[in-house]
Nanobody, 124 residues
Framework: QVHLVESGGGLVQAGGSLRLSCATS????????MAWVRQARGKEREVVAA????????YTADFVKGRFTISADNAKNTVDLQMSSLKPEDTATYYC?????????????????WGQGTQVTVSS
């Protein structure tokens, strides 16, 4: 198992930047594919970005491509999401998630472990 704790959320103006961090503990991070998943009020969860920690291959959703970047640090056991050019529609609770799959996937159902989430609010 892996334990996930997110940090770095907050309130930011449109056009601003935030960096989310996910601290992991338990099994070796490189055995997982990690993702950042968000859920806006009244909407379904959606995978924003994912990374296969062993291969460093990544997936980025089209709606954040060019603005968000996912990265993983094996030594620190952390997975970060750098968010820039934020828009009001990026407002959501952002969750760190882990999958035992060896490849990235935009399917939220393939992620078995979840953090408690961190709120990101982008004001216009």
């Amino acid at each position: 198992q892996v334990h996930l704790v997110e940090s770095g959320g907050g309130l930011v103006q449109a056009g601003g930047s935030l960096r989310l961090s996910c601290a992991t503990s338990g099994r070796t991070l490189s055995t997982y594919t990690m993702a950042w998943v968000r859920q806006a009020r009244g909407k379904e969860r959606e995978v924003v970005a994912a990374i296969s920690v062993s291969s460093k291959s990544t997936y980025t959703a089209d709606f954040v491509k060019g603005r968000f970047t996912i990265s993983a640090d094996n030594a620190k056991n952390t997975v970060d999401l750098q968010m820039s050019s934020l828009k009001p529609e990026d407002t959501a609770t952002y969750y760190c998630a882990a999958s035992v799959l060896a490849f990235t996937t935009p399917n939220v159902e393939r992620y078995q472990y979840w953090g408690q989430g961190t709120q990101v609010t982008v004001s216009s």
